[in-house]
Structures are given as C-alpha cells and as structure tokens.
Nanobody
Framework: QVQLVESGGGLVQPGGSLRLSCAAS????????MGWFRQAPGKEREFVAT????????SYADSVKGRFAISRDNGKNTVYLQMNSLKPDDTAVYYC????????????????WGQGTQVTVSS
C-alpha cells in the first residue's frame, strides 16, 4: 500500500523560507514520478512542481519559478520542496503526489496523494 506523508509546513513571514518533505512508503521511488500540488481556500487544487523518476527533469508552475526548488533522494524514498521568498499568495495546503510512470502537470495524472501540510505566509 502506497503512503505519502508530508511534513515541514507551518507559519512563516513574507519573504521567509520553508522546506517541505514527503516520505513515501510502499513504492520504489525511482520508478515513480513525484511532485507537489497546492490548494488555497476557495480555489482549485493547482500544480506546483514535478520531478522525474531520475531527478533530472523538473517542472514548475510560473507562479513559483525561481523561488521554489524540488528535489528527491531515491535512497530515502523522499521528495523535497524548498520554498524561498514566500508570499501571502503561497498560503495553501500542499500535497505530495506520486505516479508509477512519467510526471505530468494535471491532477488526473497522479494515482497517489498525501494528506497535505498547511503552509501559511503572514505577518
């Protein structure tokens, strides 16, 4: 049974940084494309970033490009999202996702979702 467990969320001031982690179990991470989506109050869930199975190919939403960085450690079955220069608009629940195959930017591309971790950017 595949499980994805996020951690690292919290309250941070504008301009601050957070690092999210997603620990995967029940899968061999090197065969799974992984990524992050987020959902703000009253808004649809949206794509944030993805990383290929090898970790070579990365993709970002325009709204986070240059501020967020996705990475993975297949030996630890873990994917990370380093978030810098955070803005109030980044406030959302962040979800880790996994797919047995290539990554995509649509919610429908992913078979597995974590429970989410809250990120709040506020002064």
């Amino acid at each position: 049974q595949v499980q994805l467990v996020e951690s690292g969320g919290g309250l941070v001031q504008p301009g601050g940084s957070l690092r999210l982690s997603c620990a995967a179990s029940g899968l061999t991470s090197r065969t799974y494309g992984m990524g992050w989506f987020r959902q703000a109050p009253g808004k649809e869930r949206e794509f944030v970033a993805t990383i290929s199975r090898s970790g070579v190919t990365k993709s970002y939403a325009d709204s986070v490009k240059g501020r967020f960085a996705i990475s993975r450690d297949n030996g630890k079955n873990t994917v990370y999202l380093q978030m810098n220069s955070l803005k109030p608009d980044d406030t959302a629940v962040y979800y880790c996702v996994a797919r047995n195959g290539p990554v995509g930017s649509s919610r429908d591309d992913y078979d597995y979702w974590g429970q989410g971790t809250q990120v709040t950017v506020s002064s």
